[in-house]
């Protein structure tokens, strides 16, 4: 009998399995986490408020859309003018994907553009349906 099992398991082990369902990360929502800064201008896209780690990365890449708080006493960037082009919101994109602690965020912008941020592995980056973090 013993025997048998064994057989039949390595029959069964030795037919073709079917590979397992890739799951894309992308689409997988992070937790929300901060509010946005109210310094952002109203739109789709801002930075959270009280995450800086004064990265500036976006400065060559994002110059005129994301600028830093004046007169703040420690360091933040926000957004100060909503991508309006396929132009600016590459550079949006490129913000989002050097920063370094994923505090450019994006609710309820244009649905070619969502899928190009989750193309670019930035799916976690956008809001769930209900929308940002609240105070
Ligand atoms: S992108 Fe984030 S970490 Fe970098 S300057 Fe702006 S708020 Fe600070």
Redo the contacts with the bound molecule.
């Keep these: 009998m013993r025997i048998l099992a064994k057989l039949l398991g390595r029959i069964a082990r030795s037919r073709p399995q079917p590979a397992p369902a890739a799951v894309p990360a992308s689409t997988t929502p992070h937790p929300r986490r901060n509010p946005p800064h109210p310094a952002n201008v109203p739109g789709p896209f801002y930075?959270?408020d009280g995450?800086?780690?004064?990265?500036?990365?976006?400065e060559d890449e994002a110059e005129g859309l994301?600028a830093w708080l004046p007169d703040a006493k420690l360091?933040?960037?926000y957004v100060a003018r909503q991508p309006a082009t396929d132009a600016e919101f590459a550079q949006m994109l490129t913000?989002m994907e050097i920063?370094?602690?994923d505090?450019?965020r994006v609710h309820g912008c244009r649905p070619d553009w969502a899928e190009r941020l989750r193309a670019a592995g930035l799916g976690g980056q956008i809001d769930p349906p209900e929308g940002p973090a609240t105070r």
């Design positions: 930075v959270e995450c800086c780690l004064a990265c500036g990365i976006w994301l360091p933040h960037c913000a920063n370094e602690v505090c450019i």
